[in-house]
């Protein structure tokens, strides 16, 4: 036993004192009650010593803690009082005695907790003001006991448990100050090293990884600085303590987990802290702002679907990357977000509208000298150029993209929209007249395939709003007539190795601007099983080259490929015969960039070509 737990500390009392401390080591409650009464009257300093081995003997935990029937006895009465006498002196509890002293507290601290509905002499008022007891303890010990309290079974769940009731108050963090700056102290000690560890975490959250995300997420959103409550030390730190949890439960190597935080709102606190640490003149705010960057590059690489990326470039995103010019250390993950996640996403109609109300902003402050001088400023100059093209685009009314071809792949009629009917089934083929529309039907497999085309619609997850599909049809549209000549080049490629094969041409949206690439049909169908495969290539075969395959891709993160299938259809074979002419004559032509240029200015006014 260590030197200050033994009875013969007693001794250091005063006379008046050591009689009723000798009485209450022994188990008498109204000893007990006096003494913690006048340790809490009496004026620092006060002999720990001295105290330490009457809360210490009054907190045996074996045989003492009664079966949970008897609910209602001075031994419960004594741990209590010597629990909160104990409180008083949590300041000056040597380190070399937590050893010895934190079990008892634990076991007894945890006991109440468990029981606390009946036993009926606890003088806590609620179920956080026993566990902040518990939380006001710790903390004051944390620092240099925290390997003996972290390695205690259950620890965890007690103080998560504590942190989520603080948010579930009526006025939250602010009523409870004490209890929560408890709570930030022991985050930032305590680790979450294991997966026991973990589980105590989820359970005291609430028992699913979304409720720790909820909570976490919720944690950080209420010390975000606003106008009526500015940003302070408190919210730094407590900040600091939540991005401490963050780490520690590694929520970036569980695809769960970045699911959970990433539909909690994690994004959008992230880009709030970038947004004022990174303009702040403390530049002890930078090692925050770097893990909020890291955050949130890896839960956007996690998930970079048009809803996330809608939501994050309303919520400030691209105000926030370019405040990190001053952040030399986050320029590189700054590029890539530019360079990838967010040029990506400038093929959804909605997230560049959403861009294009910022550009004011950021054109000013893009031509501020610093932002000039800065490694990132390539990059965004390369991001500001495609976004404008891509806005140019909007602009256009180009009827290309309104027309529709018939559906019967015997006709070659292309005509504007509002001059054909579609079917109404389906709603995705369209025919010149009813003449055609009944031979495909009979003919052309429609029949079949008009139960599976609109299966195949609702199957998907990856379905496009009626403008944003749109607004795909105009970019790809101009892809295709930007890179006519290269688009040739490399189906006359592939058709070398695949003489006989039916060809999709690729468009890869990765990094924004289209990676162009040519495949035969049949390596892709089982990369996309969901795209309505059954009904383009059996059209596409008929068409005799009037229809071409495109397949355009977005990447949306770890979980995987947003693909959408669109066909080219055209009133003359014209380029595709080249095409396939040039690649049966291959020894005549090593070099056929000539003849391929002349194809397409032959064809340039002759062949009328659409997207749909």
């Known amino acids: 036993m260590h030197p200050s737990l033994d009875l013969q500390n007693l001794s250091r009392f005063p006379p008046p004192l050591r009689a009723i401390a000798t009485r209450a080591s022994q188990g008498s409650l109204e000893d007990l009650i006096h003494l913690v009464s006048a340790l809490e009257d009496s004026e620092p300093p006060k002999d720990i010593s001295a105290y330490l081995p009457v809360f210490h003997a009054n907190l045996n935990p074996s045989p003492d803690i009664p079966h949970r029937r008897e609910f209602i006895s001075t031994t419960n009465s004594r741990a209590i009082v010597a629990l909160r006498g104990l409180d008083d002196l949590k300041f000056g509890i040597p380190k070399e005695v937590l050893p010895e002293l934190w079990p ?54 007690l103080i998560v448990r504590g942190w989520k009731l603080i948010y579930e108050q009526p006025g939250g963090p602010p009523v409870t100050p004490g209890y929560h700056s408890c709570v930030m102290k022991i985050l930032t000690k305590m680790k979450v090293a294991n997966p026991i560890h973990l589980h105590e975490f989820i359970q005291g959250a609430g028992g699913d990884i979304e409720d720790v995300a909820t909570l976490l997420t919720r944690s950080l959103y209420h010390y975000f600085p606003t106008s009526r409550h500015p940003f302070n030390y408190e919210g730094f730190m407590w900040i600091d303590a ?47 702002t770097l893990d909020a960057l890291h955050l949130l590059q890896n839960m956007l690489e996690y998930s970079s679907e048009e809803v996330v990326l809608l939501q994050a470039v309303a919520a400030g995103l691209l ?99 509002s001059e054909f009917q579609r079917c109404g089934r389906c709603h995705s083929v369209y025919y010149c007249n009813p003449r055609c529309q009944r031979a495909d039907w009979t003919l052309g497999g429609h029949r079949t395939q008009c139960e599976l085309i609109r299966t195949s619609m609702l199957a998907s997850g990856d379905a496009l709003t009626s403008r944003n599909t749109f607004f ?19 189906q006359l490629g592939c058709l070398q190795t695949h003489p006989s094969a039916l ?6 949206y990765s990094s924004g601007r289209a990676r162009i690439d040519v495949q035969p049909a049949s390596t892709l169908l089982k990369d996309y099983p969901y795209l309505n495969w059954r009904d383009y290539l059996p059209r596409a075969l008929r068409s005799e080259g009037r229809m071409e395959l495109h397949l355009v891709l977005v990447p949306t993160g770890e979980s995987g490929m947003q693909a959408w299938l669109f066909s080219l259809r055209s009133t003359s074979s014209a380029l595709q015969d080249g095409v396939r002419a040039l690649a049966a004559a291959t020894a005549q032509f090593p070099d056929p960039s000539a003849e391929l240029l002349t194809l397409v200015e032959n064809c340039r006014r002759s062949v009328v070509q659409i997207h749909q």
């Open 242 to 288: 939540v991005f401490h949890a963050l780490g520690d439960l590694k929520i970036l190597d569980s695809p769960h987990m970045k699911k959970a935080f990433l539909d909690a709102g994690l994004v959008g606190s992230l880009i709030n802290i970038i947004c004022v640490f990174s303009v702040s003149q403390l530049r002890q705010l930078d090692d925050i």
């Open 104 to 157: 008892r507290i634990w076991k007894w601290g945890s006991f109440l907790h468990t029981y606390r509905d009946s036993i009926v002499d606890s003088d806590a008022s609620s179920e956080l003001d026993m566990i902040g007891e518990i939380l006001l303890l710790i903390s004051a010990v944390i620092h240099h006991s925290a390997d003996v309290i972290s390695s205690t079974p259950g620890v965890r769940k």
């Open 503 to 508: 060809l999709v041409t690729i468009f890869d």
């Open 472 to 490: 795909v049809r105009v970019v790809l549209n101009d892809e295709y007539e930007t890179n006519k000549q290269h688009v040739l080049a490399r």
């Open 319 to 417: 105000r926030g990357l370019m405040s990190c010019s001053v952040i030399i250390a986050g320029h590189d993950i700054v590029a890539q977000l530019f360079r990838t996640t967010l040029s990506r996403g400038t093929i959804y109609r909605s997230v560049l509208s959403e861009i294009s109300q910022s550009l004011p902003e950021l054109d000013a402050f893009a031509a501020s000298p610093s932002f000039i001088a800065s490694a990132f400023f390539t990059g965004w100059r390369d991001f500001r150029a495609l976004v404008q093209g891509r806005m140019d685009l909007t602009k256009i009314r180009n009827i290309d993209v309104t027309r529709k071809a018939c559906g019967d792949m015997n006709c070659q009629e292309i005509r504007r929209k």
